[in-house]
């Protein structure tokens, strides 16, 4: 099991779990659900009390990891699995990312 902690525009909102390479699930936290003033995640996961579940990584976050040439580049770099999509996005995903969603290994 690997865990992350999700940020949105900089406030955690809540983990994302990989139990296995088919589970996966993202949980927001209860204070961010609570703010009002903070958006949702995308729009295929409104802010639920609910735990979303996936038998691969959730589109949000596999949009965020690179492809093909780059993919590779940073997979031989990193010394990642090209495969290994959640490995990829925890050492890509810190900071620096299109949008307002990064990722911390937890």
């Known amino acids: ?8 525009l900089g406030v955690e909102a809540g983990e994302l ?3 296995s ?13 609570q703010n009002d003033r903070l958006p949702a995640l ?3 996961m409104p ?4 735990c979303y579940k996936s038998a691969s990584l ?8 690179s492809e093909g040439v780059n ?3 940073q997979s031989q770099y990193l010394k990642i699995d090209e495969q290994d999509d959640f490995s990829i996005l925890l050492s890509t995903a810190n900071y620096d ?10």
């Open 1 to 8: 099991m690997r865990k992350a902690k999700v940020y949105i």
């Open 17 to 19: 779990v990989q139990n």
């Open 21 to 33: 390479l088919s589970d996966y699930e993202f949980t927001y936290n209860d204070s961010y659900i």
């Open 42 to 44: 995308c729009l295929n």
């Open 47 to 50: 802010k639920s009390t609910s």
């Open 58 to 65: 959730f589109p949000i976050f596999s949009n965020m990891l």
């Open 71 to 73: 993919r590779r580049l």
């Open 97 to 106: 990312t299109i949008g307002g969603v990064t990722i911390q290994e937890k």
